[in-house]
């Protein structure tokens, strides 16, 4: 799972982006920006949550991303440039205030998610050195990643493709291992209840989907490279749904065989449940590789979430969003600097002060309000703008059942994330309220 800035690019320079990815490797990048921290990180909650039928979770999760996904690759295909949800919003809306407001959100996902992958960065290291204390490991990483984001880094697809190998060979392992351990008759009786042992219903189910799009994230990236994309008009729809089908078959058996391997009550309280997965099937793995495999996963993930954090936070600072202290870039490094001192509090609090569960279900949450302007979108520009014979085109049902299921799913997210993605919104308001408030009275003074 990786989040990438939503930056609009200027027109005279829209040629000079280089058409770099093809098909296949535009693939490559959606499942490595899909797979990662994600199923890593959240598997034993959902677990909780929906006990033996967490792959059912994972299927409806996956079923609503990929309705969203259909909109997002008629979008992508009818506006191929870079800018991703906040240029489909002010192309739909031209409102400058809603674009500005889901820049912000983005910002927010950010950062909760870096908490939520420094919670689950802790719960492997202190599987395997558990005499250091969580709350320091959390500061650890976050000094190491500001390090990092100081210096500077450079991404390319070259770059992803070896993090995509890391992360899905880790999950490779899981399956084989797994799978061994169920053919030699290993596996625990499967149960239908859940691990405080109330039968697993509907409701259930759905509180396990809510969680699970945590681990889904991603595919929307694919839009944001659009400009680097051969055809894009044929390669970006075929690579979002492509991607999003190859995750979650793979999400989908993984958490099937670690229910197989290890009882629900048993993953639901692990704080590294795919490493405990594959303690348990095969005792002889090395489970120092694995760890170093868990961990890579989740610590690409938080860097990529902290440099996308910085760099919509100096962007909002440079649009006037925010005080332009803010967009000062270092001059040595040109890094923007300064936002390390409202991103690494927030982020650091987030992380000593809420639960894996609670964080990854409010950047899920966040990540569906978002969905839902998507999808609105779409169903405004299908009405403003004729359809080009030559791009993609869906039914206009497609969104409108996106939007419903992404509805369903914010309503089955927990009360707690809720009031988190409300105090998000509500702080964003307020910013751009300021915004506009300052702006207003700089042009009648001028």
């Known amino acids: 799972m990786t989040l990438h800035p939503e930056a609009e690019t200027p027109d005279d320079e829209t040629e000079s982006l280089k058409r770099v990815f093809g098909l296949t490797t535009l693939v490559i990048y959606g499942v490595g920006d899909i797979l990662g921290a994600g199923i890593y990180a959240v598997v034993g909650k959902i677990v909780g949550l929906s006990g033996s039928m967490v792959w059912i979770s994972f299927l409806v999760a996956m079923l609503v991303a990929a309705l969203t996904a259909l909109s997002y690759a008629e979008l992508g295909s009818r506006l191929p440039k870079s800018g991703g949800v906040a240029y489909f919003v002010h192309t739909a809306f031209r409102q400058e205030w809603l674009s500005m407001l889901v820049g912000w959100l983005m910002f927010c996902t950010c950062l909760v998610s870096m908490a939520t992958l420094s919670i689950a960065f802790a719960g492997y290291l202190n599987a395997f050195l558990p005499v250091i204390p969580p709350w320091a490991i959390v500061l650890a990483l976050f000094a190491g990643l500001t390090f990092v984001n100081f210096r500077g880094m450079q991404e390319s697809s070259a770059l992803n493709i070896v993090c995509t190998t890391m992360e899905v060979s880790g999950l490779i392992v899981v399956i084989f291992v797994s799978v061994a351990f169920v053919l030699g008759g290993n596996a625990p009786a499967v149960t239908n209840t859940l691990p405080d042992g109330s039968a697993i219903g509907i409701t259930a189910i759905l509180q396990g989907a809510a969680l699970a799009f945590y681990a889904f994230i991603g595919f929307e990236d694919i839009v944001n490279v659009a400009e680097e994309v051969k055809n894009p008009e044929q390669n970006v729809p075929k690579a979002i749904l492509l991607a999003l089908s190859i995750a979650g078959v793979i999400y989908i058996l993984v958490s099937w065989l670690a229910t197989r391997v290890l009882t629900p009550a048993e993953l639901s309280v692990s704080s590294a449940p795919l490493l405990d997965v594959v303690r348990r099937a095969q005792p002889n793995f090395p489970a120092v590789v ?20 910085s760099r919509l936070l ?11 202290w803010l967009g000062k870039l270092h001059p040595a490094r040109l890094t923007p600097y300064r936002t390390f001192l409202v991103i690494l509090p927030i982020a650091i609090l987030l992380a000593l002060s809420g639960t894996l569960q609670f964080l990854a279900g409010t950047t899920a949450t966040l990540i569906l309000v978002m969905f839902c302007l998507v999808n609105v979108s779409l169903l405004i520009v299908k009405r403003r703008q004729p359809h080009n014979p030559g791009r993609l085109k869906i039914p206009a049902v497609i969104p409108v059942l996106a939007l419903v299921s992404n509805l369903i799913l914010i309503t089955f997210a927990s009360q707690a994330s809720h009031l988190l993605a409300l105090a998000f919104v509500a702080i964003g308001l307020v910013l751009i309220w300021l915004h506009k408030t300052i702006a207003g009275r700089s042009q009648l003074s001028n």
């Open 290 to 309: 694995f760890t170093i495999i868990a961990l890579f996963a989740v610590l690409n993930t938080a860097l990529l979430n902290f440099v996308t954090a």
């Open 314 to 324: 100096f962007g909002m600072s440079r649009e006037g969003l925010l005080p332009a």
